[in-house]
């Protein structure tokens, strides 16, 4: 490829110590400005790394107005100090943030790929990528001889499974070093809509082809596309188990490969990541009725026999190390090899598909109406080419199919699309067009808050009804579990910093299935711990899979089973393993304390992060519509009669539900009273003073902002 | 298929395949660095050698395992980035390793601790 150097900085190479660099690479892609930042001690102690550095220096670059399409909008990457190991599992991951096309405020993605660890390597703590480029650019770290180079980018394919080989084979110093190469792009889509995604490759020794795992959630492709940036390059080639310097690599080792004997000897009877990833899901959430139906009417349907995960396992090649970073024996990110798609551009051509995994498998399958397993695949590998987010995609794409099947829509506002539930043709269609910047596929991919506008403005909907079936909190669409039985998890979604993603609770078996947090003192405690423990995961460069979706064989006699005891005792030494420094349990949830704290006083900052932006959907909450309390109205009388104490027979259905929400919407604000007091905020959801200090938050820059909400 | 095979019944436990092993790949008498272990703790003593099963081969995530023409697993230290994901999986424990060193090691069928045997309880054998 024909490219011209627009602007090169040299650095000095030097090995990670105890998991740090002590130093940023920030890179103005408008001014070609390219600079080394040191790290502080202040950095290290109070925002730790990986998604505590993107943070902090966002809030650095960032203004109070800024949009996501302003040029000081930043897109940060980070690592964190346990990122890189390879002695155990899950040890690989890059957190991706940047202030969000769908939200306005703060996004985080946690995601694997070989370019946060090689990053890492080649020199820095986080990457920190701002202003606009008026022609297109790649960024280049070579982590070999210390250069950093912005490059000209006239490449015409910018689609994720093609571009990111073409990278890794234009960067690459010899065909058999396409290892040590990896790719930062997106796709088509994300020159047009908002729900898009950043793909982070890696190279499949194996199959000989580039992988790609996503950062999802939050338009970050939009942000990548309209900085100029068509892809970040890196190259590393020196990986040994040291690299990343630990303190004492015995017990790093030793706890690494506790955890692979573990696994090795529990996942079969366990979660089958080997086999399936976590697609293994599909039935269990649809037994438990929590898998996503019809833009989240039903969590159980005959049909999802489907999606049954025996036929993506039918799909998976098996046998592969299929781990996204070395080290990690989960190895859950399964592939579908010599797929030929049926439709767009790349129809009848064998392409490697990355997944279904879950949520993909959910959201653009079942939530949509789609049980032909097939379908979800193609769905799946246009989303991750064209650097479209599978989720958004699915619940976005949900909505307007039940807006379609209650005439809000039709096809004369569809462009001639029949978005009647199950149409694959016109899913795919949808994302064609979403790749092309055309068609009813546009509207579709600004997301549900903006559709929920549109069609309440443009065909004269009801918005309270757009308002009860649009999944969608603070702008972003909600990822693929029905939380309509569990109070916890209506929390967990909703008091989601960045919007509703399970990645901060998952409480639903503890609270529906176990019953294990009856209380809303019970619920308000899991609703501060585990968003706390998980956040850890995101300040360390760590996956959250190898925590829990495997546990010890005694696991289930330990005191506290659903924070599965052992395996955080193994983060606590792995953590002092690598850096030296002190931790226990305590001391890693105070950790993310301060982060989490950090990160809701920034969205606050930016205008959203309070009691009002905590609304959930109905949807999310109860039922909806009649059909919806019909289809388990025993449930439903049940609960009028034991909970709430009224007899439900002689009423209307119509009677029966609105009872039934005026319930359930006490309840959800009662558990909000009582989180917030958990977790140190007011009753308007605003951090406290106190708190802060507490917590070691307490900078002047986040007092201030705290102090115009509390006046 | 080039394998160390082991007669356990004709063992008499002096643990001199762990020296000749170590030895030659280490240059230090140490069981902890033999690819060969002796467990005199039964009757006859357990012998735990590498069977070239290739299990850890499909594990390995950098292709440092490959098998040899003979049939042997080899490791291919350069590319090795000491995960021990092989030990994880290795079926019968002989993937083997010293925590705090870069790379795992194994039986490679060399033979060296067969002329060290006294009483021929190891033996190379083409399967």
Known sequence: ?711 | MKVLKTYPEKCIACHSCESACSNLYFKEDNVDKSCIVISDGSTPPNMNVCNQCQTCVAACPTLALSVSPQGVVMLNKSLCIGCLMCIGVCPTDSMRTVFGAKNPFKCIACGVCTKSCPTDAIKIVND
């Open chain 1, 1 to 711: 490829m024909n490219r011209k150097l627009l602007a090169e900085f040299k650095y000095d190479l030097a090995p990670v110590v105890r998991g740090y660099n002590r130093r940023t690479l920030y890179v103005n892609v408008g001014t070609k400005e390219i600079v080394s930042k040191p790290v502080s001690d202040m950095m290290i102690d109070k925002f730790v790394g990986g998604k505590g550095f993107d943070l902090y220096l966002m809030w650095q670059g960032v203004k109070d107005d800024t949009k996501w399409n302003s040029p000081e909008n930043e897109i940060c990457i980070s690592f964190g100090p346990l990122c890189g190991n390879t002695s155990y599992p899950g040890s690989g991951k890059s957190i991706v943030t940047t202030i969000s096309p769908l939200t306005g405020i703060p996004v985080d993605c946690n995601v694997g790929g070989h370019f946060g660890p090689y990053a890492k390597f080649s020199g820095w703590d986080a990457i920190e990528l701002q202003g606009k480029s008026e022609e297109d650019v790649i960024v280049y770290i070579d982590g070999d001889t210390g250069m950093v180079q912005i490059f000209t980018a006239p490449d015409t394919e910018i689609n994720s499974h093609i571009f990111a080989e073409e990278l890794i084979k234009e960067f690459a110093d010899s065909p058999d070093k396409h290892q040590f190469v990896s790719v930062v792009s997106t796709g088509t889509a994300a020159d047009h809509v908002n729900i898009t995604c950043l793909n982070l490759s890696f190279w499949d020794k194996r199959r000989k082809v580039a992988r790609l795992k996503q950062a999802g959630r939050g338009g970050t492709g939009t942000v990548f596309r309209d900085k100029g940036i068509k892809a970040m390059v890196v190259k590393y080639s020196g990986l040994k188990v040291d690299t990343n310097n630990p303190v004492d690599l015995p017990t790093l080792q030793q706890t690494g490969l506790k955890l692979h004997k573990e696994i090795e000897a529990g996942d079969a009877t366990q979660c089958h990541m080997h086999e399936v990833g976590t697609a293994h899901l599909m039935e269990i959430m649809n037994d438990y009725d929590l898998l996503p139906i019809r833009n989240f009417k039903y969590g159980q349907m005959p049909e999802a026999i489907g999606l049954h995960s025996r036929e993506f396992t039918a799909l998976f090649t098996q046998g592969m190390a299929d781990g996204c970073w070395y080290g990690c024996s989960l190895s859950c990110c399964k592939a579908v090899d010599n797929f030929k798609p049926r439709t767009g551009p790349y129809k009848g051509m064998p392409v490697c598909v990355d997944g279904p995994e879950y949520e993909t498998a959910a959201g653009c399958g079942s939530n949509i109406g789609i049980f032909d397993p097939k379908d979800v695949v193609e769905i799946n590998f246009y989303c991750d080419t064209y650097g479209v987010d599978t989720i958004s995609f699915g619940t976005s794409t949900a909505f307007a199919m039940e807006c379609y099947e209650n005439g809000i829509l039709n096809k004369e506002r569809t462009g001639g699309l029949d978005l009647t539930w199950g149409n694959a043709d016109a899913a795919l269609e949808l994302l064609h067009q979403m790749a092309r910047g055309d068609g009813f596929g546009v509207t579709v991919g600004k997301g549900v808050r903006v559709m929920k506008t549109l069609f309440a403005e443009e065909y004269g909907a009801d918005p309270n009804f757009l308002q009860d079936i649009g999944m969608e909190a603070k702008g972003l669409e909600y990822s693929q579990y029905m939380s309509k039985e569990s109070l916890a998890q209506q929390g967990g979604y909703t008091l989601a910093l960045k919007g509703p993603q399970h990645d901060e609770a998952w409480l639903i078996f503890m609270d529906m299935v176990n019953n294990h947090i009856p209380t809303f003192k019970d619920k308000a405690e899991a609703l501060h711990y585990f968003p706390m423990f998980r956040t850890w995961f995101g300040l360390q460069g760590l996956c959250k899979l190898p925590w829990n979706d495997i546990e010890p064989a005694n696991n289930a006699e330990t005191d506290e089973p659903a924070k599965v005891p052992e395996h955080v005792q193994n983060y606590v030494d792995i953590y002092k393993a690598i850096t030296g420094k002190p931790m226990d349990k305590h001391m890693l949830v105070r950790q993310s304390e301060r982060v989490y704290n950090f990160q809701k006083v920034f969205c606050m900052r930016m205008g959203k992060g309070r009691r009002i932006d905590d609304v959930p959907p109905y949807r999310a909450v109860g039922p909806v519509t009649e059909e919806e309390y019909l289809s388990r109205v025993e449930r439903y009388d049940g609960q009028l009669k034991d909970k709430i104490g009224v007899d439900p027979s002689g009423k209307s259905t119509a009677e029966k539900m609105k009872i039934l929400r005026e319930y359930r919407e006490d309840q959800y604000q009662q558990l909000i009273d009582a989180v917030y007091s958990r977790k140190g905020w007011t009753p308007e959801g605003v951090p406290t003073v106190e708190h802060l200090k507490e917590i070691g938050m307490d900078l002047p820059e986040v007092l201030e902002v705290v102090n115009r909400y509390l006046k």
